[in-house]
């Protein structure tokens, strides 16, 4: 009786939707950025030797790692039936050992050593060495495993590609076809988080105080202003979710994002990154002042520090987050031509610290039961809870005095024919931040609260009465 064949199975792509050097590439951005510079130098002694130093500096969570359900099955039905199933993978030994152990689908392992790259020719002849020249099946995903199943005698593809199941089927018998489901252009656009666009509706709010003079002109500005800041938004907001990608998949909703999910690779996303900052770059530079693009570009290196290692400073975060906000309302100033006055800078500086201090307690209340990953994650422990409640409430106050004592600013007055309306602003704002902090108190904050606010009927419901007010002011 014929043995059954031996299963020979790619990790990148095949086992899991992603790439394992490029998710430790991400990682190693996180843990030691300096270590960067020694890149061109490590790969000028070959690929091998380029995944072992970023194997020794990097080490991924393989219990969170994306992996393909089809191809898991498929390996286990082939292990009951008393086929061999080896791990054959380009990517380092270190990081194939533990996935092979966390699985525990695998008899053996095969992969780079740090001295050769176990890719195309090379992965033949190591399963050749490894099978003594008996037959196989292999698994694999891309054009370069063209080059084992040339060798084969039977291929899984696991691809949606029907022109590589046909390559193969030229080379060897096709024992199965995989095909991983697809990434629909709804997931693509879930990946830009559109939804945090509403955070720059700030842009228009200087425009509050001249509703009245409003022209077409300047709300083409402030609209021109605001997708150029919602394109840089998106391309940080995905590399950031590419920087937390380990992070996210151990969060009971963040996991479903579609780079965590694995649905869209790191590679695409580095490439949806770059493109939207460059098109939100081109887009300021021709339309808008060289002030505003001035803005944009401080508001990229922020966000960007932000989303590196800011995030995991204790209050230096959201200090941060509170410096975020306040520029886009600078942002919507230099487009639109308005004054950016020390009274607007201070009240802004004050309610964003609130806002980004009641979004931090959120995730302090809800994640208090993982000290350890907490304190990786934000630089915070659970018992710090208390001072971020107490701090964000006290500054939420204290924009509320500022903008009491700003509505007594006599070149504000100057404006309005009645400026007893504006009154109407102070407890309307007074009431709103209360409500947030006691929803946030709660657990009823689920997501960023300027979002919140922006989806909140009571908040929107505050806005208009605000407007109006500065309507009859007028």
Not at 423 to 442: D, E, G, Q, Y
Request: proline share 4%.
């Amino acid at each position: 009786m014929t043995a059954p064949l031996p299963l020979y199975v790619d990790l990148d792509g095949t086992l899991i939707a992603t790439d394992s050097l490029h998710e430790s590439l991400l990682k190693l951005v996180r843990v030691s950025p300096r270590a960067l510079l020694s890149l061109p130098l490590w790969l000028l002694r070959g690929r091998a030797a380029l995944k072992r130093e970023v194997a020794r500096r990097t080490r991924l969570d393989v219990r969170t790692l994306p992996y393909r359900p089809e191809v898991l099955d498929f390996v286990r039905r082939a292990r009951e039936s008393g086929r061999r199933t080896i791990l054959a993978t380009a990517s380092d030994a270190r990081m194939a050992r533990r996935v092979a152990d966390h699985l525990g689908l695998f008899d053996a392992v095969l992969a780079s050593d740090g001295e050769r790259n176990v890719k195309g020719a090379n992965k033949l002849a190591a399963i050749l060495r490894d099978t003594r020249g008996m037959g196989f099946s292999y698994a694999g995903d891309h054009a370069a495993d063209l080059e084992v199943w040339r060798g084969s005698k039977a291929a899984v593809v696991v691809s949606r590609s029907g022109a590589l199941a046909r390559r193969a089927a030229g080379l060897t018998e096709v024992e199965a076809v995989i095909k991983p489901r697809r990434a629909g252009l709804g997931r693509y656009f879930q990946g830009l988080r559109p939804h945090q666009w509403l955070k720059n509706v700030l842009i228009f709010l200087p425009l509050m105080p001249v509703l009245h003079d409003l022209t077409q002109a300047l709300m083409v500005d402030a609209v021109l202003a605001f997708l150029a800041f919602s394109l840089m938004a998106s391309g940080i907001y995905v590399l950031n979710d590419l920087l937390d990608l380990e992070s996210d998949r151990r969060h009971h909703r963040k996991r479903r994002r579609p780079f965590a999910a694995g649905d869209i690779s790191s590679a695409t996303g580095l490439a949806m990154s770059i493109g939207l900052g460059v098109a939100s770059l081109a887009l300021s530079a021709a339309l808008l002042p060289p002030s505003f693009v001035a803005v944009l570009l401080l508001y990229a290196a922020l966000t960007t520090a932000y989303s590196v290692f800011l995030k995991r400073r204790a209050v230096v975060d959201v200090f941060s987050l509170a410096a975020l906000y306040t520029i886009r309302v600078a942002a919507g100033t230099q487009a639109t031509g308005q004054p950016l006055s020390f009274w607007i800078l201070s009240f802004s500086l004050f309610i964003f610290l609130s806002l980004a201090l009641a979004k931090r307690y959120v995730e302090l209340t809800s994640a208090a039961g993982d000290a350890v990953q907490l304190k990786r994650d934000r630089g915070y422990q659970p018992g710090d809870a208390t001072f971020v409640l107490c701090t964000g409430v006290a500054a939420g106050q204290m924009s509320a005095v500022l903008l009491s004592l700003y509505l007594q600013d006599q070149q504000l007055l100057a404006r309005y024919q009645e400026p007893t309306w504006l009154w109407i602003l102070i407890p309307v704002f007074l009431f709103w931040t209360v409500r947030i902090w006691l929803k946030a108190i709660r657990g009823a904050l689920h997501e960023d609260p300027v979002v919140f606010a922006a989806r909140d009927w009571v908040s929107r419901l505050a806005v208009g009465i605000g407007a109006a007010a500065l309507w009859m002011a007028h």
